[in-house]
Nanobody, 125 residues
Framework: QLVESGGGLVQPGGSLRLSCAAS????????IGWFRQAPGKEREGVSC????????YYADSVKGRFTISRDNAKNTVYLQMNSLKPEDTAVYYC????????????????????WGKGTLVTVSS
């Protein structure tokens, strides 16, 4: 199970840190990704981190503002989001060991396909 937290309402230019905590399995072996979906828009792959070599990916829309990291001891992945913009408003999902993540962060695929339920981020004044 994956559980996201840390979403909320923030003003433009503000920051949030999303957390993705795993229970029942160890995150350390898997590629982990953050995806988002805004109302009326397609799902977007925001960032991911490889389970093989720790390499990362960022969408052009968030590059330089978002940072993904993992703490294997806490079995948690984070997404630090700075300089938030209204267009960052969306539901953010944590995904582990899924083909969508493999496309962005090639890693060994175990076929587990974990999805969180999402956390809402609203950027508005």
């Amino acid at each position: 199970q994956l559980v996201e937290s840390g979403g909320g309402l923030v003003q433009p230019g503000g920051s949030l840190r999303l957390s993705c905590a795993a229970s029942g399995f160890r995150l350390g072996y898997f590629a982990i990704g953050w995806f988002r979906q805004a109302p009326g828009k397609e799902r977007e792959g925001v960032s991911c981190i490889s389970g093989t070599d720790g390499s990362t990916y960022y969408a052009d829309s968030v590059k330089g503002r978002f940072t993904i990291s993992r703490d294997n001891a806490k079995n948690t992945v984070y997404l630090q989001m700075n300089s938030l913009k209204p267009e960052d408003t969306a539901v953010y999902y944590c995904v582990a060991d899924h083909p969508l993540v493999q496309e962005l962060c090639p890693s060994r695929y175990y076929g587990e396909d974990y999805w969180g339920k999402g956390t809402l981020v609203t950027v508005s004044s």
